[in-house]
């Protein structure tokens, strides 16, 4: 009875509840429609202003208030006026943020939509998609962008089908992006789709083929066909003039890049009188300053450079900076340099600016003082690219920027090395290097010569820097304390990233889709930009909620001069190489010195002879290797031999071209017989050699998620007696490994004799699900497996484990990823890719070999063993035992290496350097 008395009481309370609330929402609309007259009148008013961070603040105030009336069509009408409003007032940063948080709700408004408004409602979405894929390009964001693209098209076609010019320019908008991307091919057949879409229309609408008509002028003129672009740029001019008039924009970026193509073939007098055409429509326009503007003088620059006319030309260049700055305004002074870098309309075209001015300053004449000058212009190049990573979240946008400014660096080298002939006394002051980045240093780096110093973060700042990043950002994390629960959901969503990614990457074999596979390839592409924009709010809240970690994670680590004598021992010397096209720099530091060499070198044959000696050490042909070899040592040791006396290990950092080369391997004699490789004087005799990809990384104090090991060993060796069943494109080239078993169990019996834990797993029950699921408890992990590349992207080959979950997917398909790696919880003190080829992977300029350690550097792991090259299963095996037993017997981990090869060259049978020399060791300094 009391029961029922009580339910009563609650319904009741009920009742009254509901009336309340509806009484409160007619408040509350009451209350936000006033509000939404407010923040419209206030964004309208500092809009008009110009003051331009408090209008974007009030536009998405007034957002907000639209969202919560439910006035979808008007909600997405500001929407895009507010993404239009970020881009062209150049608050790309800020736009993506409030695009990014309100396009969340996108999905469940399109639920409350009623049918009436529901397609006016996705066109207005589509189009902020579009806008927000500007905002990311523009940020230099290109692969963040290509995803708002593809919705953007995919939108499109769902509301107006495919033979729409709605549809059109979203393929166009595509086009763009995936140019960007490099990604030629797509690029075109976007082009081609929406041209021929606009050609099928009304005469009216025939005329928005202007647009497909200049982007295949831009891509034909990326690509070096300048006949092509010039067609094209033609045709698109006739139809802008005829559609919009002589003064329309499109005309001015059409003579801008009827220009461009006519400074490429050397018809400089069209070229000029082309961008004088396009300076005075833009001029009109947009006046003087706008980033357009300081393309168009970039462009009448590099013309007057090529026509021998320095002078004029870095008046351009000045010219350029003024209009791409807001409050700088020297177009007299040469020399002058803008201080703000948050006062820069364009990043893209200021980076172009100051490279181009820098360089034009040494040809002017290599006076000290343009040396000087050009040292400031890029140092404020270094700034602006720093300033650039910062709104940069995935690792692809990283690696197209690091590409693009890669040579920068190589410059500035250069530069600071042509600055140090100076007297000490007629140097410039570099006392101000904090504005740099550049640690301070300690007294004994007084005594160098500080342009020594400069080149060496030079040449730090240009190696692995997306690698670097990386790894702060990680380490970041554990630092600033983010609980493990937000971390575990990171991984989630970037393991569920990675596993649709490879469903997608699948029908890129298929030579023709089936309509079932076209459906799931949507359904595919649909989760992946779901979860990618899931993950990039992630790492915005991230910076948001946590303001240690922001600050962590953009403090990118540069190791000092200073900083790597601190941490070598006495017998330790690092050397670290940049090649440039016709230059080696070496910089040789040990505990006590620091000197710096240069060489005149051509690129393109050091390349080939590096080739070469491989192919001599892989086919044993020693009247060839030997005199290589001598050069080799000549080049790379000999110079820096005084330094090296007492040394017994050299921790070398090499250049991309370098990473490839067994070091150890070198010759350090001249006229050595042939026939006796046992008795060769190969450089391990005199010197160990580990390497590791930049000194940065080598000296950076790691977090790692509670680094205490539960186990001792794991020995993994999937054998492949019985072939994988799953197919895939490399499938068929895993051969058995029969000796890799012998290894892991030889190596687990070591262990066990010294009462440590081990495990073994052979054959089949080695999966991926099972690595990913072990790694995290062993402080030795040993992969005896292949490793191998599949579309550039290198992994290590196991089992597949074909059982799916799917809360959590993964690609569990027998191929560990480099961005699975990644994604791995760990704590390894050590890994060994035994067999592999750990070293191969795409060079990419400015970043080095991505190859499959650069998972296990992320993930902070100490000490790296890998091969350079595919080593027979037998003699890796013989020299792994070997390696393992020097270790239990209480040698280092570099020593026990090195003692392991020194052992191979006592035997003719194993001393020829395909047997040994490809294995490597990258160790951290401690």
Known sequence: MKLIFVLLFIFALFDVSSAQLENNWN??????TEELKFYKQKSDYFVEQKVLDSALIFLNGENKRLKFLKRYVEYFDNLLHIGRFATRTYQYSDGIK???????????CLKEVPDSIRTKVKSYASVVYDVFSDLYRLSYAHDASLDQSLKFLDLRRDIYGINHRFTAHAYVSLGIVYKNNKKYKDALNCYNTALRIYEGLSKK???????????LGKLYYELGDYNSALKYFNQALDVSIKVDGIKSALVASNYTNIGNVYLRIKLYDLALESYAKALKLRKNKYGEKHPFIAFLYNEIGDLHRKQQEPGKAIKYYQKALVSNTKNF????NIYALPQNIDDIYRNKYLFTTLVAKASLLLQLDSRKNNLEQAYKTYQLADRLVDQMRKSLLRKSDELLLTSTVASMYEKALQVCWRLSKYKKDDQVNISDEGKTQVPNENPFTKKYNPYWVKAFYFAEKGKSSVLRKLATDASAKIQSNIPEAVLEQERRLNGAILYYQRQLDRFQLKKQLTHRDSVQKQRFEDQRFELRRKYDQLLRDLEEKYPDYYDLKHSSYIA????VQRRLDAKTALIEYVITEKQLFSFVITQNDFQVYEQTIDRKKLKKEITRWLNNIQGGSDD???????RFFKQFIQPLQAHLKDKKHLLIIPDALLSRLPFEAIITQNNVPEGKPESYPYLIRKWGVTLYPSASLALMQHQRLGAKYTQDFLGLAPVFEKKPSQQGAFRTKLNALPFTK?????????FQKQQKTSKVVTGEQVTERMVKNLMGRYKFIHFATHGFLEDKTPALAFYPDQTIDSLRPQNNDGALSLEEIFNLKFKADMVVLSSCQGGAGKNVRGEGILAITRGFVYLGTPHIIYTLWSVNDKDAAELMIRFYNNMSQGKSYREALRLAKLSMLESAQTAWPKWWAGFTMMSKLK
């Open 624 to 630: 060839a290797y030997l005199p290589r070899g001598y």
């Open 329 to 332: 305004h020297d177009t007299i």
């Open 98 to 108: 409030v695009l990014s948080k309100s396009l969340r709700s996108y999905p469940a």
């Open 27 to 32: 408040v509350l609309r009451i209350v936000h």
């Open 205 to 215: 609408e025939r005329g928005f083929k202007k647009y497909p008509l200049i982007n």
């Open 560 to 563: 000092s001069v200073a900083d």
């Open 742 to 750: 012998k290894e892991v169990e030889t190596i687990h019996q070591l």
